[in-house]
């Protein structure tokens, strides 16, 4: 079992850019596939990004191209680099790594 800590989250207007970090306890990390959730008020939550141990990753379509996980072993880190955000990126963003998650982060898109 892990901790998780997300940070970085805020309010951006459209077209705007933000850099989610996770944070993980432990000295398993880098054996680790960690995952980028989501969830929109009234919405189920639903997967954007995954990173695995050999660095393969994976997206959910409505953000491909716009968005970019990344992890740091050194510092048990994984990264979501969101860019053009748009309204519909408004959700409680989590990471998750097995049954471990975050208590996540807020990202509001808005003008």
């Known amino acids: 079992q892990v901790q998780l800590v997300e940070s970085g989250g805020g309010l951006v207007q459209p077209g705007g850019s933000l850099r989610l970090s996770c944070a993980a306890s432990g000295s398993d990390f880098r054996l680790r596939t960690m995952t980028w959730y989501r969830q929109a008020p009234g919405k189920q939550r639903e997967l954007v990004a995954t990173?695995?141990?050999?660095?393969?990753?994976n997206y959910k379509n409505s953000v491909l191209g716009r968005f970019t996980i990344s992890r740091d072993n050194a510092k048990n880190t994984v990264y979501l680099q969101m860019n053009s955000l748009k309204p519909e990126d408004t959700a409680v963003y989590y990471c998750?790594?097995?049954?471990?998650w975050g208590q996540g982060t807020q990202v509001t898109v808005s003008s």
């Open positions: 990173v695995t141990s050999a660095g393969s990753t």
């Open positions: 998750n790594s097995l049954t471990d």
